[in-house]
């Protein structure tokens, strides 16, 4: 067991040294857009079923509104789909019941939409619900059989792992098991921003969640595994701002902070909703979407559909936005760079009540004080016109002033 363990610990040493174009398989060059079963027909896990038929519907909603064309174009499954035993010969299997078609028959009808299809895997023992099989063990076995399924994402959550190995062996183990099928798989690293993970986990994989679960709420105690200050919608914002991401952020290695809880009904609104897609995408983060996409209400579709908001997400700075004053009046300014010189800015009110007046001055995004820089509000899509000094706006609780800048040259 000894030299075993020796042995792995110096493949991450190998994977680690070798690192600055380990992992770009040519998968997750920007980041990755689509829709995860999560909470779509279930409250997010706690039934902990999905089903092909849902799948296969959702997946044909995408297309017939045209959001594969804004770039979701992954349908991926959450913990939710696999038999609690494997085949015969030892490889993982659907559940039957769920899935009578089969995975490798599902997975060419989404290809047929022109679709990439993910699902979901735990580096441990058993997955995290309900007794599923999980990876360990079997890397090398589970990557041919998923390769050979044609999946072209894999997520792995940190369940039942086993405590003779660190994270970053584990998931380094995982990836050259991936890598070695000669399918290209984005590699979906999910260990809730345990052991540091934003100094390692872009050699491993192209998405590398930071902080514990993601829950529909504004604000949600800190209650379950994993780092950050809850798993609300302010907790993330709040924690992802002693990060510095744009530290971290780089192409083929996105921070993950994880689903999009986009107008999960009753709890998160629209407002809420908004400030979510808002900072995802000045974060450079994977947008994959947790909650129904199938016949987008207005509302829906003006977040998720918003082709200047996600050219944000998707821009070639491959770096991601910082927070640049976080005011004892509740309100923070956030800025990022983009590759044509101009900037992204959030203006963030993050109190339960009152507006505020924010304002961002052209020195705090390094340009000069007296410099005409013009206002685009992203959101509206339109010119807010042309300003020296800087800019100010009413900001409503909850809400954000969400605007592209430009200096003139």
């Known amino acids: ?10 493949l991450v040493w190998l994977l680690v040294v070798c690192s600055v174009h380990a992992y770009n ?6 980041p990755p857009m689509g829709w995860n079963t999560w909470c779509t027909d279930d409250a997010c896990g706690a039934i902990d079923y999905c089903f092909e038929s849902v799948i296969k519907d959702v997946a044909k909603s995408i297309v017939t509104q045209g959001l594969n064309k804004l770039g979701y174009e992954y349908i991926n499954l959450d913990d939710c789909w696999s038999d609690t035993n494997r085949s015969s010969s030892g490889e993982l299997q659907p559940n039957p019941k769920q899935f009578p ?26 997955t995290c619900k309900r007794n599923r099989p999980g990876l360990f063990g079997h890397f090398d076995q589970d990557a041919a059989t998923l390769a050979k399924w044609g999946v072209d994402f894999v997520k792995t959550d940190n ?12 998931f380094s183990n995982l990836s050259r098991s991936l890598n070695q099928t000669g399918r290209p798989m984005l590699f979906s690293l999910c260990e809730w921003g345990d052991e540091n993970v934003q100094t390692w986990g872009a050699n491993v994989a192209q998405m590398y969640r930071i902080q514990m679960d993601h829950i529909p709420f504004w604000h949600y105690p800190h209650s379950g595994a994993g780092l950050g200050y809850g798993g609300g919608t302010r907790d993330i914002i709040e924690y992802v701002g002693t990060l510095n991401p744009s530290t971290f952020v780089r192409q083929y290695g996105w921070m993950d902070p994880d689903f999009l809880e986009t107008m999960f009904p009753i709890t998160m609104s629209f407002t809420d909703s ?29 977040i998720l559909a918003n082709p200047e908001v996600i050219s944000i997400d998707q821009d070639p700075s491959y770096t991601a936005g910082d927070r640049l004053a976080n005011n004892t009046d509740g309100s923070e300014v956030w ?22 007046t924010i304002k961002v001055t052209w020195s705090q995004l390094g340009w000069p004080q007296n410099a005409n820089v ?3 509000d992203l959101w509206e899509r339109k010119d807010m016109g042309a300003y020296t000094q800087g800019y100010s706006a009413i900001v409503q609780p909850h809400d954000v002033f969400y605007f592209r800048a430009s200096v003139e040259k």
């Open 1 to 10: 067991a000894g030299v075993v363990i020796m042995m792995s610990r110096l």
């Open 25 to 30: 398989n040519g998968m997750g060059a920007t």
């Open 101 to 126: 078609s089969g995975m490798p028959a599902l997975i060419e009808y989404i290809h047929s939409l022109g679709l990439k299809f993910g699902v979901y895997t735990s580096i441990g023992t058993k």
């Open 159 to 170: 369940c039942n792992k086993p405590a003779q190995f660190t994270e970053q062996e584990l």
């Open 274 to 302: 908004k400030t979510e897609y808002t900072f995802w995408t000045l974060w450079s983060a994977p947008l994959i979407v947790a909650t129904d996409m199938r016949d987008l209400s207005p509302d829906k579709a003006y």
């Open 335 to 356: 800025s990022r760079h983009l590759f044509n010189g101009d900037q992204a800015v959030v203006l963030f009110n993050k109190n339960d009540e009152g507006p505020r």
């Open 374 to 376: 013009t206002v685009r």
